[in-house]
């Protein structure tokens, strides 16, 4: 009977709308955003967790109209005079809107998944655990939503429920988030916060601690409970035990949870940055889960160390993709990377296409990998006007063309090449030596050396 029942809540009910809005709201979220996540695993977890400040405001809503049906259609008296218990009512119901969110959870994602496959090398183990945590945080909403239509059964209550979650997974985290005046470091943010199942950016070397994993489900599976519970209630003395689900499951989770919101719940994986090394010529290599990107950067890596051999003395001999997680996504910021030797020149991560290939586009690679000639992962160091110019005029001595940065203003161009043509009038002898000093000046984190490059007076 209970079988029968669920099926025609599934066929007749707005749990099947709640979960087609779901559908169609996620599904173009991540499709016009693929360049996020596509071929890396991981970053779809993070991305399916990410819209969850869309879809969870949307299934609280449907759950609290869906939770209203009984006072709309004036049927609560009726429902009242049956020997049927309320809960067993409301839990066939309950369960409908659980399954419909569900599969509309597991739909988005494995539309999503179709852009991932094609280029995708490396799958980690948690990724499924990461983006299964959206699960019990859908389910959970559904059944509050439907609790509290049940309580305030007005059509005003759909579109406030979703107001009010919105500006709990989307504005909290921010205003709690802001950095500290001085813009070095982070403020770490508290640990209840990660009791929030959204995560809002995660670097591509990085994945969630299971044991972040687990207590957020934990508290996501207790939350959903007293969501149902609550529905199920009629006294006052249940309403007060039903909360205790929710009460317990936060005090467990809280304690155990890292500070620092996202950042504190990273880790590095380490089979994610392993290098894989195309060694068909001078030695070129990016991280296992960029392996896709292989093909894309050998030419022109090949092409910098090439031009790189021609000038300067002492050249680098290989060209690695940078192992070290980008500055945002780090607890601490001026933790000190570990440096890399001067035989190699280490590049940053370009940039995706909609396929997950390398966009290359703008003719901007190339002279990054020039530049990384001059760059060393230093520790607690920012990168200051004058040094950020001198990379470019360093870069330009080697292409033998003075600098051209497009979108600069046209002053600072002109300063630019002035300093390129104060550089190229010297002789030759006197370049190389003056560019090997500055290259030795950088890798060993001396950044005024560096700009020594700059003739005297260039501002």
């Known amino acids: 009977m209970t079988g ?5 809540e599934l066929r007749r009910s707005a749990a099947l709308g709640v979960a087609l809005l779901l559908l169609v709201t996620g599904v173009p979220l991540l499709l016009t955003s693929t360049q996020f996540f596509a071929g890396r695993w991981m970053q ?4 399916a967790r990410s819209i969850l400040v869309v879809l969870l405001p949307l299934a609280l809503a449907g759950g609290a109209w869906l939770g209203r049906r009984d006072a709309r259609h004036r049927v609560g008296e009726l429902f009242t005079s049956t020997a049927r218990p309320r809960w067993h009512r409301t839990t066939v119901t309950a369960s409908a809107l659980a399954i419909t969110v569900v599969a509309a959870y597991i739909l988005v994602c494995l539309v999503a998944a179709g852009w991932v496959v094609p280029t995708a090398h490396y799958f980690p183990g948690a990724t499924i ?4 945590v959206g699960v019990p945080a859908l389910i959970a909403a559904g059944w509050l939503g439907m609790t509290a239509g049940r309580a305030v059964p007005r059509v005003i209550t759909a579109p406030v429920v979703a107001v009010a979650g919105f500006a709990l997974l989307g504005l909290v985290p921010e205003l709690v988030a802001q950095p500290d005046p001085d813009l070095a470091a982070f403020r770490p943010e508290p640990s209840a916060l990660l009791l929030i199942p959204v995560i809002n950016e995660l670097d591509g070397f990085q994945t969630i601690m299971p044991r972040v994993s687990a207590l957020q489900t934990l508290w996501l599976v207790a939350l959903a409970a007293t969501g149902l519970l609550l529905l199920g209630t009629v006294r006052r003395r249940a ?5 205790l689900p929710a009460v317990l499951g936060a005090a467990v989770a809280v304690p155990l949870l890292p500070i620092g919101g996202t950042r504190g719940a990273a880790v590095v994986d380490p089979a994610a940055i392993e290098l894989v090394c195309d060694n068909a010529g001078p030695q070129v290599c990016v991280t296992r889960v960029h392996a896709e990107l292989l093909p894309d950067v050998v030419g022109p890596a090949r092409q910098a160390l090439a031009m790189m051999a021609a000038k300067l003395p002492n050249a680098p001999v290989r060209a690695v993709q940078t192992q070290q997680v980008t500055y945002w996504a780090r607890l601490d910021p001026r933790a000190a990377p570990a440096p890399h030797s001067a035989d190699t020149i280490v590049f940053d991560t370009p940039s995706f296409d909609r396929l997950g290939r390398a966009d290359l586009s ?4 190339l002279p990054s990998l020039l530049e990384a000639a001059w760059q060393q992962e230093c520790a607690e160091q920012s990168i200051q006007g004058d040094e950020y110019r001198a990379r470019i005029v360093a870069a330009a001595w080697l292409t033998g063309r003075p600098p051209a940065p497009t979108g600069w ?3 600072e161009v002109e300063r630019l090449v002035g300093a390129y043509q104060a ?9 190389r030596r003056r560019m090997a000093a500055a290259r030795e000046a950088a890798l060993a984190c001396q950044g005024d050396g560096l700009v020594a490059v700059l003739p005297e007076g260039q501002p």
Not at 44 to 47: D, P
Not at 239 to 243: D, G, H, K, N, Q
Not at 423 to 431: H, I, N
């Open 4 to 8: 029968r029942i669920l099926r025609i």
């Open 129 to 132: 655990v990461v983006a299964a």
């Open 239 to 243: 309403t007060a035990l039903a909360v």
């Open 362 to 365: 703008g003719d901007y690679f």
């Open 44 to 47: 779809l977890a993070v991305i």
């Open 423 to 431: 550089l190229v009038s010297l002789p030759e002898a006197e370049q």
């Open 409 to 411: 203003d046209p002053t």
